[in-house]
């Protein structure tokens, strides 16, 4: 027993109101554990009603064996609650039920203000750091996570949904994908899902009925260039405009430019070998952000005589197409006349190095539509699809060591879901 002042304190603490009560604490020092023994005071049976019937004639039936939640430290220890919960009987039906206790959370062994604790870690901090500052096992943490946010989830209200973006996010090396989908409106994650074939789109259609959203109201898909995301897109969404937006276009002619360097560093002339030496990122970056010493070297470039500075400065003109031109049919006219003009010097070009941006402009003519419709979107969705794949680095960073693919969709969920957990 411990003495009457400190009970007291530890009830309050806790918050246990008068249907609980501290009746003793034990400090076990080789594990550096408190022990906060906890009963029920009569209070507790005088407030049960049976879970049937709601009748008030309900008397103590047994104790179940004692359980400990992990509570949050106190003086630096860590704290276990030990309690043989109570369960009561209704006189009337005979039902027995257990009494739920004021601090559980929702794993078990937890109690609540320990899991809101280490939900305020792991919005700051990878899983793991998490982990080593609450002296918790990770799983544990994950299972916290998980059980929050599936919770919020579930709560989610996808009836307004009507436009929709969606892009791969690859892990473990990039042998492994999710599909991620998006709300472009609310600008929020709201779905996803392994792979990216078109099956992932069928998995989608079906949350979004989960969820109180129908397919068939999606009216933009902003997508890459699969061909699995687009007969996904018009499998399931049948009312759909495909938007091959700004984003993916970009990213896939910077891909292209990639190759071009590539190829002309393996079968360009001895000084285009040597001048394209470690230039990777210079290509990768736009002028404007290119750092003082890549300045430098950029400009110590031959561009004159380098295929792949032509191929640099097709991506910039196309960049420009988008960021200058507000019409589609202005937008049109020039990106026929890009299509054209890079035809032109493909013409002239040793085959194999610039065979890459012959394919874009055959990419691109074979998806016209699609990529017009950026322009009679708005735009809307290029931005936040932009901002997704920072996102994505976040969520990989946080989820570091994630065990299973179901973790970091629950990290993705977390961070970019906009849920109420
Ligand atoms: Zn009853």
Redesign the pocket.
Known sequence: MMPEISSKLFTKLLNLGDQWEAYDTQYVEEKNTIFIRIRETPELLKNQR??????RKVKLYDHVEPRFWRHLNVFNCECLIECALPRFK??????VWRAKAPWEGKCKGLSEEFEAFALTLMKEMPVKSASRILNENDKRLWRVLKAYVQEAHKELDLSGVTQVGSDELSYRKGHKYLTVFADMQKKRVIFATKGKDKSTWETFSDELQELNGHPHAITYAAIDMSPAYQSGVRNNCRNARIVFDKFHVMKLVGERVDQVRKAESSYGTGEAKVQLKKTLWLWRKNPENLSESEQVRFDGIDHDYLWTSKAYQMRLALQKIYNTIPYQSWAERRLKSWCNWVNRVCDEAPYWIMKPMRKTVETIQNHWDGILAHWSSGGLTTAYLEGLNSVFSAVKRKARGFRNTDNLITMLYFVAGKLKV
């Open positions: 049976c879970r049937e019937d709601k009748r209704c006189q009337h039906c005979e039902k």
